[in-house]
């Protein structure tokens, strides 16, 4: 079964300051990678996705995510932040082979931007 | 293009009382559909997806169902509220392997 984990909580970060946020994933079998961006009381919007290819991904908004395969590792990046990006984030894998579509989501990590 | 509806937008029910939230999408047929519950503090717990009209697959044990009775309409009931079934419910669409598309959800109080 597959799993994911975000290894930090809350990220407290200064604006302009670089921030990454951290994800890992545990599968046997090949993985698509998925990051979401949640603003309070809404739903959730795709950031970037990794299918196949290059393993430097660009999403919106300004930010990056690099698939690391030897480390099981799709961590968000982005380098220079706004008060703006002050949300929650959430990593997500899914089982290229299933045929439902379901998503395995993190606990999430909450992006604190500082003035 | 495609759009995901869900209401109502916001809910306040004691417990014990039934529960119908309905979620519809437009634009697209046959998706997959997912309802998703977040409670305070925590991340996203599939609760039910469906892959076709009338099919159903549940997650997790409790008190609440969902029904697919046309092909782009996801609704999640319940007989008899509790407490802990207070939370922000998501409802989320995708085909195949695409990534999920999330409606706004909605916020439900149980007092």
């Known amino acids: 079964a597959q799993s994911v984990t975000q290894l930090d909580s809350q990220v407290p970060v200064f604006e302009e300051a670089p921030v990454e946020l951290r994800c890992n994933y545990s599968s046997s079998v090949s993985v698509y990678l998925f990051w979401y961006v949640q603003y309070p009381n809404q739903g959730l919007q795709l950031l970037l996705k990794?299918?196949?290819?290059?393993?430097l991904v660009k999403g919106i908004n300004g930010f990056e995510a690099e698939f690391n395969k030897s480390q099981t590792s799709f961590h968000l990046r982005k380098p220079s932040v706004h008060i703006s990006d002050t949300a929650e984030y959430f990593c997500a894998v899914h089982r290229s082979s299933s045929n439902t579509g379901k998503l395995i989501f993190g606990q999430g990590t909450t992006l604190q931007v500082k003035p | 293009s495609q759009t995901i509806h869900q209401w109502p937008a916001t809910l306040v029910q004691p417990v014990g009382s039934p529960l119908s939230l309905e979620c519809t999408v437009e634009?697209?047929?046959?998706?997959?559909l997912y309802w998703y519950r977040q409670a305070a503090g925590r991340g996203l717990q599939l609760l039910f997806y469906s892959v076709g009209i009338g099919q159903i697959s549940s997650e997790v044990p409790q008190n609440l169902s969902a029904s697919r009775p046309q092909d782009r309409q996801f609704i999640l009931s319940s007989k008899k509220l509790l407490l802990s079934d207070s939370g922000f419910y998501l409802c989320?669409?995708?085909?195949?392997?695409?990534?999920?598309?999330f409606g706004p959800g909605t916020r439900l109080t149980v007092l």
């Open positions: 989320a669409w995708n085909l195949d392997h695409n990534e999920q598309f």
């Open positions: 990794y299918l196949s290819g290059s393993t």
């Open positions: 634009g697209t047929s046959n998706p997959n």
